[in-house]
């Protein structure tokens, strides 16, 4: 039987390169099963500065897969699946956002999907010794 699509995996968002108030949002097509049996035309967007989204404070998109492009596609396949990506732009410089994504098919909305973003520890990075002696030749 048909049902709503799973939730989107491989969700990650990051600051766009070279811009103060532009994320990029990325995460994998879903297909055959996890569509459920019903083909995802698009996704819903969700962003927010406050982790509840609540529905004062939270922005929502329609994405479209199908038609009108505003989800670009990147060929290179991740685990197998397509990989998808938005840019969400003019957003507030210096400011947390939360973002979060969900399947639209012919039964619905699935179930969202929280991006996550890892920045690195640096606290975590140890120097290699250098060698004492260079040799020479």
């Known amino acids: 039987p048909m049902a709503v699509a799973d939730a989107p995996q491989d969700v990650e968002v990051m600051r766009a390169a ?7 949002l990325y995460w994998t ?3 055959y099963p996890e569509d459920r049996g019903a083909a995802v ?7 927010s ?5 609540p529905a004062a404070s ?9 038609g009108n492009g505003t989800i670009a596609s990147d ?3 991740v685990n197998g699946r ?3 990506f938005y840019n969400m732009t003019d957003l507030t410089a210096g400011e947390v956002y939360h973002v979060q994504i969900c399947a639209v098919n012919t039964m619905g909305r699935g179930e969202f999907s929280l991006a996550s973003h890892e920045q690195f520890a640096y606290d975590n990075i140890t120097a290699r010794a250098k060698a004492d002696v260079i040799p020479y030749g």
């Open 75 to 77: 060929r290179n396949l």
């Open 41 to 47: 035309t698009g996704f819903v967007l969700q962003y």
């Open 58 to 66: 939270t922005t929502e998109k329609s994405l479209s897969y199908y």
């Open 18 to 24: 070279g811009s103060d108030n532009a994320l990029s």
């Open 49 to 53: 500065t406050d982790s509840t989204f």
């Open 82 to 84: 397509e990989s998808l």
């Open 29 to 31: 097509y879903i297909s």
